[in-house]
């Protein structure tokens, strides 16, 4: 079989973590074609995030060089676990060197020029992978499998140039295949790639935004025709929700790719929202493994599933959005709607979900957090009947999934009717005729409550 096989961060959290990963990889190896993708180590990417803003916001060189301190010991000690061969090791120390010293110019860079692109930070943020990807590699080297360590772009992943969400270019699958295949039936080596970074026709590096690497692994499976794509998590595989949220959520041993996609679009973070896209056409299946529970049998995504009495199949939670409101008098509404989202795509700004009110007096738009104030300054001199724009902030949005839902009357009310008795308080409502999903906005204090009552109301949890 071809296999990619994507280790997120958690999965690669140390050195021993690493190893542990390397080892799975060797476990697979005899007999199959594998990619391997790797995440940066748990925790990294946020760390390079709050770096770049520090030394744009609140120069300090002092700050970088612990920084960079940290960074150097967090990388060595987990080489120091994962690759017990000392010539490997000296290797991918140097290699750790070069990386970190450029990561300080870059961010010496910021400091001095107290300016911080959307170029300039996914630059910053590929670092976490581009140290991870030589690690891993390495370790797999040592454990006596022959494996070679790829950046995105040097792997084919080319993007434009939407710093922070790079969309891939469609040349990218051709480009995918000409650099890896060969690695694969030629060499007969295993790639290890950096998730979640591409780069653009130029060169320049991109993000294809939090949680990419999903989304790296099911774009190589596409280019190269490969039979799974394995997605090794630190869950058992996708649940009926967060299991943070609800810690008896149940296992989902197989799911469409259409109820997934609408969970990660709704903010289960068990994939990236777009990560279905490119091995859907090619009907590619894609398994949820728990990377510290191997033998456990996942979840497996694909295109048709054995159907199940469940109506409602899981809950997801996004938080940290907020609504913006357009409202005014006899306008007209497509005329409005048309230069509304042209406005919205223009400024770049995630449209998570939409309602509009049916005497058409009232449009409401749920976006990002940190997209609403520059969604607000899009659309304040919208013309044409509006008489304002306004913005609901700390909001949640519950997205309830399932295909037995379509054609099932009663769901939408048993849903509200349970929230009504528990008092939360319903700010918006959307379900698409799909009927696969009915998605609702609450205050963001309520968000978790709300996930809990309609787990119990639907009988979702582990009996
Ligand atoms: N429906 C769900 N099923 C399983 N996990 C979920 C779900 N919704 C959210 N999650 C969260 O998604 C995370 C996925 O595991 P993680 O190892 O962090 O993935 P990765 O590092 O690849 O992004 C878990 O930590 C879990 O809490
Ligand atoms: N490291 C990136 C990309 C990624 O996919 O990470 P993870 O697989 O840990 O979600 C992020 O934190 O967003």
Redesign the pocket.
């Known amino acids: 079989m071809r296999i990619v096989m994507k280790f997120?961060?958690?999965s690669v959290k140390d050195g021993k973590n690493i190893l542990h990963c390397a080892n799975l990889v060797k476990k697979f190896a005899r007999g199959n074609e594998i990619v391997v993708v790797t995440?940066?180590m748990?925790g990294?990417?946020?760390s390079l995030l709050h770096a770049a803003k520090k030394c744009c916001n609140d120069p300090s060189p002092g700050f970088i060089k612990l920084f960079i301190a940290e960074m150097t010991k967090k990388h060595y000690d987990a080489v120091n676990e994962a690759v017990k061969n000392e010539e490997i090791k000296s290797k991918v120390l140097s290699r750790i060197d070069k990386l970190l010293d450029e990561l300080e110019k870059v961010l010496l860079g910021i400091n001095y020029l107290g300016e911080l692109t959307p170029r300039s930070l996914d630059y910053i943020l590929s670092f976490?992978?581009r140290l991870t990807a030589p690690i891993l590699s390495a370790s797999l080297l040592s454990t006596g499998v022959d494996s070679l360590s790829l950046e995105g772009g040097d792997a084919g992943i080319i993007t434009d140039d939407n710093y922070g969400r790079g969309k891939p270019l469609p040349d990218t699958y051709g480009t995918i295949k000409s650099r890896i295949e060969p690695l694969l039936t030629i060499k007969k080596t295993i790639p290890v790639v950096t998730?979640?970074i591409g780069v653009t026709k130029h060169g320049t590096i991109t993000t294809l935004g939090?949680?990419?690497?999903?989304l790296s692994a099911t774009l190589i499976a596409a280019a190269l025709n490969a039979d799974e794509v394995w997605l090794w998590k630190e869950v058992d595989g996708v649940m009926t929700t967060d299991p943070k949220i609800v810690p008896e959520a149940r296992l989902i041993p197989e799911i469409s790719y259409q109820e997934a996609m609408e969970l990660s679009h709704f903010g289960a973070k068990i994939l990236?929202p777009r990560a279905l896209e490119p091995v859907m056409k090619k009907r590619i299946p894609v398994r949820i493994k728990n990377t510290f529970n191997p033998d456990a049998e996942g979840t497996v995504i694909k295109e048709r599933v054995s159907s199940t009495k469940d109506i409602v199949k899981a809950l997801s939670l996004i938080e940290k959005v907020g609504v913006v409101n357009i409202s005014g008098a006899g306008f007209d509404f497509a005329d409005v709607m048309a230069d509304v989202f042209k406005r919205l795509s223009e400024e770049r700004v995630n449209v998570i979900m939409v309602s509009q009110s049916s005497s058409e007096l009232n449009l409401s738009i749920v976006v990002d957090e940190a997209d609403i104030d520059r969604a607000i300054k899009a659309l304040g001199d919208l013309v044409n009947g509006i008489s304002s724009v306004s913005k609901i902030e700390n909001i949640a949005v519950i997205s309830a999934v399932g295909a037995g839902m379509a054609g099932t009357p009663g769901v939408a009310g048993r849903i509200f009717s349970a929230l009504g008795k528990s008092r939360i308080n319903v700010i918006m409502i959307s379900q698409s005729c799909s009927e696969f999903n009915v998605s609702f906005a609450v205050t963001q204090e309520d968000g978790k409550r709300a996930v809990k009552i309609l787990h119990d109301e639907f009988g979702l949890a582990r009996k």
Do not use: L, P
């Not at 939090?210 to 999903?214: E, L, N, P």
């Open positions: 997120g961060g958690a995440s940066a748990y990294v990417t946020d976490g992978e998730g979640f939090r949680g990419g690497s999903d990236h």
